[in-house]
């Protein structure tokens, strides 16, 4: 429907403030402003299913023997696993991290995207301490 004018100039003064804290925290995470906003999307919008699917895929084809041995005693898989047993496989592992499987996914998507970037020393130990808050912030 249609927002009042009061409404949105309330809207566009938070969403200044949020441009605001994004930026400082691109700048202190040296990272740039699209990752980070990106990255925040996609760990808080209920819209990540399909997204959070794709890097489950991604996950699985590179730890299937792990992913697998989640399925129930009797479940054996010959040959390649199907996508009802990926589907099935992922329930699993959200059911087991109910309240961090999308940080643990997104923070493996991160991992394996900088691996292939390269990048510097101070890079990787930033890299590094991000993903300890990370695992602190899921563990904790």
């Known amino acids: 429907g249609?927002?009042?004018?009061?409404?949105?100039?309330?809207?566009?003064?938070?969403?200044?403030?949020?441009d605001e804290m994004?930026?400082?925290?691109?700048?202190?995470?040296k990272m740039p402003f699209h990752q980070v906003s990106d990255r925040y999307?996609?760990?808080?919008?209920r819209s990540n299913g399909p997204n959070l699917w794709n890097t489950y895929s991604?996950?699985?084809?590179?730890?299937?023997?792990?992913e697998l041995a989640r399925l129930p005693k009797g479940d054996?898989?010959?040959?390649?696993?199907?996508?009802?047993?990926?589907?099935?496989?992922?329930?699993?592992?959200?059911?087991?991290?109910?309240d961090t499987y999308s940080t643990i996914?997104?923070?493996?998507k991160e991992v394996k995207e900088l691996e292939?970037?390269?990048?510097?020393v101070a890079q990787w130990q930033q890299l590094f301490?991000?993903?300890?808050?990370?695992?602190n912030h899921t563990v904790g």
């Open 2 to 18: 249609c927002v009042p004018d009061a409404i949105l100039a309330v809207l566009t003064k938070g969403f200044k403030e949020i």
């Open 22 to 29: 994004v930026s400082k925290l691109a700048a202190h995470v």
């Open 41 to 45: 999307i996609r760990l808080h919008s």
């Open 58 to 66: 991604m996950y699985f084809a590179k730890n299937m023997d792990r």
């Open 76 to 98: 054996q898989v010959a040959g390649t696993p199907t996508a009802n047993i990926r589907k099935h496989c992922f329930s699993l592992f959200k059911e087991e991290y109910k």
């Open 105 to 108: 996914l997104e923070t493996w």
């Open 116 to 120: 292939n970037m390269g990048g510097t």
């Open 129 to 135: 301490d991000k993903t300890k808050r990370n695992l």
